[in-house]
């Protein structure tokens, strides 16, 4: 019932940056939080930022002051604009949608297929 797409992985040197996004789309009445995990190889899933409807954001504290995120509400889309990339920013990248869908305003919530992001010169 929602579909989300994620694009913008890949290969960066240490210091570059990579802009992730992730457009959802579907039988979505409303989102009210948007946001980017990752999970590098042997660890568990992680936050790594979050937003809402009302544009309130929360980052883990390891990305602070280097990643952005955003949304475009018109086009159910988020972004995670990554600066200063590290090694240790290496993972699989996943966006997660939650909301409501129009057939009786039910909650949902997706995860997205996952984009690699590998930073290493």
């Known amino acids: 019932q929602v579909h989300l797409v994620e694009s913008g992985g890949g290969l960066v040197q240490p210091g570059g940056s990579l802009r992730l996004s992730c457009a959802a789309s579907?039988?979505?009445?409303?989102?009210?939080?948007m946001g980017w995990y990752r999970q590098a190889p042997g660890k568990q899933r992680e936050l790594v930022a979050t937003?809402?409807?009302?544009?309130?954001?929360n980052y883990a504290d390891s990305v602070k002051g280097r990643f952005t995120i955003s949304r475009d509400n018109a086009r159910n889309t988020v972004y995670l604009q990554m600066n200063s990339l590290k090694p240790e920013d290496t993972a699989v990248y996943y966006c997660?949608?939650?909301?409501?869908?129009?057939?009786?305003?039910?909650?949902?919530?997706?995860w997205g297929q996952g984009t690699q992001v590998t930073v290493s010169s």
């Open positions: 937003i809402t409807n009302g544009q309130s954001t």
């Open positions: 579907g039988s979505i009445f409303s989102i009210y939080a």
């Open positions: 997660n949608v939650r909301g409501t869908l129009e057939r009786g305003r039910s909650d949902f919530g997706s």
